[in-house]
């Protein structure tokens, strides 16, 4: 029972195009979602996050839009930079301070 | 600076035997985490602790263990290694109990069980 999912297993974008990232989730009681980045051989980093109330989150290059009906996020990244290839997580919270994580999607963003 | 370390990297053991992956923090957060990557599965929670003497189990807790004798260190025990425990894992940290806490994330345990 896979409560949060990412069904791209890869994303393949060229350098200074736009990423589309997608997660969906299940449970209505999550109220948090957040995104990680991960390069090989090193730990899941923090990049972005959203709560409930918010439909739209920036940070620089980085936006995630919630559509809380739809049970949808998505990570907008603009423009794409190589340095961008990794694998994203997205993960979601109910108020505990667990979290759910989806499969990770393996982004290459090509010079 | 602060950060979170996990020992060894990689390990190689045998099935059946008693492994301990060492988890140490010095962010003096309140809560760790230990967590596995599986391919298809994403990250998923093993056992968390909230604090010293706290420990709870997560989704997939079933031959592990877990104990916190002070604030720096989440110890991970896999008590009869079997080769569906070969996997990568991973520690983290946070500084509250609240869902909106980011977590810290050490750079993994990659263990093989033959």
């Known amino acids: 029972d896979q409560q949060v999912k990412q069904n791209s297993p890869s994303l393949s974008v060229q350098e200074g195009r736009i990423s589309i990232l997608n997660c969906d989730y299940t449970n209505s009681m999550f109220d948090y979602f957040l995104w990680y980045k991960k390069y090989p051989a090193e730990g899941p980093t923090f990049l972005i996050s959203i709560s409930s109330i918010k439909d739209k989150n920036e940070d620089g290059r980085f936006t995630v839009f919630l559509n809380k009906s739809a049970k949808h996020l998505s990570l907008h990244i603009v423009p794409s930079q190589p340095g961008d290839s990794a694998v994203y997580f997205c993960?979601?919270?109910?108020?505990?301070?667990?979290?759910?994580f989806g499969q990770g999607t393996t982004l290459q963003v090509k010079p | 600076d602060a950060e979170i370390t996990q020992s060894p990297r990689h390990k190689i053991t045998e099935t059946g035997r008693q492994v301990t992956l060492a988890c140490h923090q010095t962010?003096?957060?309140?809560?760790m985490f230990w967590y596995r990557q599986d391919l298809g599965h994403g990250l998923r929670l093993i056992h968390y602790?909230?604090?010293?003497?706290?420990?709870n189990k997560g989704e997939v807790s079933d031959g592990y263990s877990v104990s916190r004798s002070n604030t720096e260190d989440l110890p991970l025990t896999l008590e009869s290694a079997a080769s569906s425990q070969t996997s990568v894992y991973f520690c983290?940290?946070?500084?509250?109990?609240?869902?909106?806490?980011?977590?810290?994330f050490g750079p993994g345990t990659r263990l093989t069980v033959l």
């Open positions: 983290a940290s946070s500084r509250g109990q609240g869902g909106t806490d980011t977590q810290y």
């Open positions: 602790s909230y604090g010293v003497q706290d420990t």
């Open positions: 993960a979601a919270s109910a108020m505990t301070g667990k979290l759910i």
């Open positions: 962010w003096n957060h309140n809560n």
